[in-house]
């Protein structure tokens, strides 16, 4: 159950995209179409902005979508705004049942 | 509205126990699986445990495994996590969550539980 693979941080400019990426194996990122992520501010519980690898929840942004290669999954950030400054998280159902998230991403908004 | 409570977060010396609870109000409480999810401060989401609808199915991480017990009261509308052998380690917030989907949409506002002599 080893942590999803993260870049540390990735910063753009306002207006631009971004993409995270998030690195699993085939026993959880790759061998299921169970990826979900997550946008935490700090001092905040986490929020909800993609599951099931590419659906938005109704409210989010349509600037935030997501997509899964194999094993890796990522978060585009379009339109890049300074509230999108926080620590992103994917998470991915993992054989026998259990889920397990990502190292985390902080996101800079330059 | 939509809410998740946690309680039962305190300072605890290693190898005690303790016991959280959740408030589930404003879902149908017995319709979802529900986990429990921890945050060292500073560090990173880490999935422990989660129960299906009717307490069916219990699944844990390895880091809890044999030492935290997740159950449900649906009457209640009430989600517990026993832990027992606490060790530093387990210092974190702890929340509370509701499943959609394979995914977590609902969180609590956590409760922070310190393992300290």
């Known amino acids: 159950q080893s942590a999803l693979t993260q870049p540390a941080s990735v910063s753009g400019s306002p207006g631009q995209s971004i993409t995270i990426s998030c690195t699993g194996t085939m026993r959880d990122v790759g061998g299921y179409d169970h990826v979900s992520w997550y946008q935490q501010h700090p001092g905040k519980a986490p929020k909800l902005l993609i599951f099931e690898v590419y659906d938005r929840p109704s409210g989010v942004s349509n600037r935030f979508s997501g997509s899964k290669s194999g094993n890796t999954a990522s978060l585009t950030i379009s339109g890049l705004q300074a509230e999108d400054e926080a620590d992103y998280y994917c998470c991915s159902y993992a054989s026998t049942n259990t889920r397990v998230f990502g190292s985390g991403t902080k996101v800079t908004v330059l | 509205e939509v809410q998740l409570v946690e309680s039962g977060g305190d300072l605890v010396q290693p190898g005690r126990s303790l016991r959280l609870s959740c408030a589930a109000s404003?879902?149908?409480?017995?319709?979802?699986?529900m986990h429990w999810v921890r945050q060292a401060p500073g560090k990173g989401l880490e999935w422990i445990s989660s129960i299906n609808e009717n307490s069916g199915s219990l699944d844990y991480a390895d880091s809890v495994k044999g030492r935290f017990t997740i159950s449900r009261d649906n009457a209640k509308k009430s989600l517990y996590l026993q832990m027992n052998s606490l060790r530093a380690e387990d210092t974190a917030f702890y929340y509370c969550?509701?499943?959609?989907?394979?995914?977590?949409?609902?969180w609590g506002q956590g409760t922070l539980v310190t393992v300290s002599s």
């Open positions: 969550a509701k499943d959609k989907a394979w995914a977590i949409d609902i």
């Open positions: 404003g879902f149908t409480f017995e319709g979802y699986a």
